[in-house]
């Protein structure tokens, strides 16, 4: 069974780090430091069922809200700065919205991903 809590705890912190530990911030535009973010990603990556991975990985448009939300949301985290390949440069907006899908749908999909197989 998966800690839907503890997702949602780190998808909290992945949200905190994104608009309270930028380095720079343009508007919307937040430069955050590469390894700050993967790390996050890591352990949200951790605690997702093999399952729900194996969705995320496919191509084809997911019916699972939190599973195409968190495709935009790994897309919109992995844009390289041009000035340096150490950090990422984000839109806070689109990181912020995609987020709080996911934390919305992502307990019911988890459940019905594990129900299907």
């Given at each position: 069974m998966?800690?839907?809590?503890a997702l949602i705890g780190y998808f909290n912190k992945l949200q905190r780090a994104v608009l309270n530990n930028a380095d720079f911030s343009f508007g919307a535009k937040k430069i955050l430091k590469k390894e700050k973010?993967?790390?996050?990603?890591?352990?949200?990556l951790l605690l997702l069922p093999d399952?729900?991975?194996?969705?995320?990985?496919?191509t084809y448009d997911n019916k699972y809200s939190s599973i195409s939300s968190f495709k935009l949301l790994y897309k919109e985290l992995k844009?390289?700065?041009w000035l340096s390949s150490d950090y990422y440069i984000?839109?806070?907006?689109?990181?912020?919205?995609?987020?709080?899908?996911?934390?919305k749908a992502i307990a019911s999909?988890?459940?019905m991903l594990e129900?299907?197989?």
């Open positions: 998966v800690d839907i809590d973010v993967d790390d996050i990603l890591c352990c949200i399952i729900y991975k194996k969705d995320f990985k496919t844009h390289k700065f984000v839109n806070s907006d689109h990181v912020i919205k995609a987020i709080g899908l996911i934390k999909d988890v459940r129900k299907d197989s």
